[in-house]
């Protein structure tokens, strides 16, 4: 996959975020429950992914799977509803604007203690970058008062 391609694959699914908060944001109104929501959208992936991944790798994936640390069924899925869950919330609480920038930031910082972490080099203009992203939140933050 070309850079361009990763790219615009990443830029849809940012936007896609997006939709995906303000729709479970109207499920949890119409349900009354936040984790009703939640639910909704960890049944419909659960079942769209289940189909997909038997038809592309059939049960021999999961079998290869099920040979793993224990850890690797809870953790990631965990994490994910955490994500989930923080998101619906911020969009509730603090609107799209607040919770996408908060996100980002904090995404581009644990992504950069990622890197660091596996040996990749971090260039000065990533830091910047960084430090640039920070404030933008900073303003964003300041903005709603």
């Given at each position: 996959m070309t850079l361009l391609v990763t790219l615009l694959l990443l830029a849809t699914a940012g936007t896609a975020l997006v939709l995906q908060n303000a729709l479970m944001l109207e499920a949890r109104t119409v349900s009354g429950s936040i984790w009703v929501a939640l639910w909704l959208?960890?049944?419909?992936?659960?079942?769209?992914?289940?189909v997909t991944a038997l038809a592309v790798d059939g049960p021999e994936a999961f079998a290869r799977l099920a040979t793993g640390r224990?850890?690797?069924?809870?953790?990631?899925?965990?994490?994910?509803?955490?994500f989930v869950f923080a998101s619906l919330t911020g969009y509730a609480q603090v609107?799209?604007?607040?919770?996408?920038?908060?996100?980002?930031?904090?995404?581009?910082?644990?992504?950069?203690?990622?890197?660091?972490?596996?040996?990749t080099t971090v260039a000065p203009a990533q830091i910047l970058g960084l430090v640039l992203l920070v404030a933008g939140v900073a303003l964003v933050v300041g903005a709603r008062n």
């Open positions: 959208n960890s049944a419909v992936g659960l079942v769209v992914l289940s224990w850890w690797l069924f809870l953790v990631p899925g965990l994490l994910g509803t955490l609107g799209a604007t607040l919770t996408i920038s908060a996100l980002v930031a904090s995404q581009v910082v644990a992504g950069l203690g990622f890197d660091t972490l596996r040996g």
